[in-house]
């Protein structure tokens, strides 16, 4: 399984953009995907993360009302929206998937198959 992740850039503050993550390779039916963000210097954080087959969404509280996290299953791809940015959002943010349940759907640890990362800048 392969996850490319697109649709970064720079942005700013107030502004929106919109992540892309398609999946590519054998029969793709994971368990949950995720979006995880990593800003220079610091460790690689939660995002969101989507359930493939039922759809349920969480988020980090950082994100929370601003993010948006949707998925097509018959394009294998998940998606973020990311509305009202804040410099703060500033970060590679990577695209993740599991074939497997976790209760610690938020932990780097969980998640099998990672994506190569995209920038997203927001400026003040």
């Known amino acids: 399984v392969q996850l490319q992740a697109c649709g970064g850039g720079l942005a700013q503050a107030g502004g929106s953009l919109r992540l892309s993550c398609a999946a590519s390779g054998r029969t793709f039916s994971p368990y949950v995907m995720g979006w995880f963000r990593q800003a220079p210097g610091k460790e690689r954080d939660f995002v969101a993360s989507i359930r493939w087959n039922s759809g349920i969404t969480y988020y980090a509280d950082s994100v929370k009302g601003r993010f948006t996290i949707s998925k097509d299953n018959a394009k294998n791809t998940v998606y973020l929206q990311m509305n009202s940015l804040k410099p703060e959002d500033t970060a590679v943010y990577y695209c993740?998937?599991?074939?497997?349940?976790?209760?610690?759907?938020?932990?780097?640890?969980?998640?099998?198959?990672w994506g190569q990362g995209t920038q997203v800048t927001v400026s003040s």
């Open positions: 993740a998937a599991s074939n497997y349940y976790s209760s610690s759907y938020y932990a780097v640890r969980e998640y099998e198959y």
